[in-house]
């Protein structure tokens, strides 16, 4: 998630510097676009992605193929005057 904060905030200087070099004031207005856009978008998708992975954590945490945690004990019969385990 930092680092889509990160490069949105960086994409609001790079990219009109990057379509100044490109295009001259046509470029300048472009990048400036894109730098704003990627600003609001990129936060946005980092927080989307921490949510989605957070919740995909959790139902796999919940819903385990781990045979040892599906394992139930089978009765048990006691016979006799010992009460002797029978299998």
């Known amino acids: 998630m930092t680092e889509s904060v990160f490069s949105g905030v960086t994409d609001v200087v790079i990219k009109p510097y990057e379509g100044t070099k490109k295009n001259d004031i046509k470029g300048f207005g472009k990048g400036l676009f894109q730098g704003l856009a990627g600003l ?3 936060p946005v998708s980092g927080i989307l992605e921490l949510v989605s992975k957070t919740t995909e954590g959790i139902k796999n945490t ?3 193929d781990d045979p040892i ?6 009765p048990r019969a ?4 010992f009460k002797f385990v029978t299998i």
Do not use: V
């Not at 945690?69 to 089978?74: A, D, G, N, P, V």
């Not at 006691?78 to 005057?81: D, T």
């Open 40 to 42: 609001i978008i990129k």
């Open 62 to 64: 919940m819903t385990s």
């Open 69 to 74: 945690l599906k394992m139930e004990r089978k």
């Open 78 to 81: 006691f016979y006799g005057k």
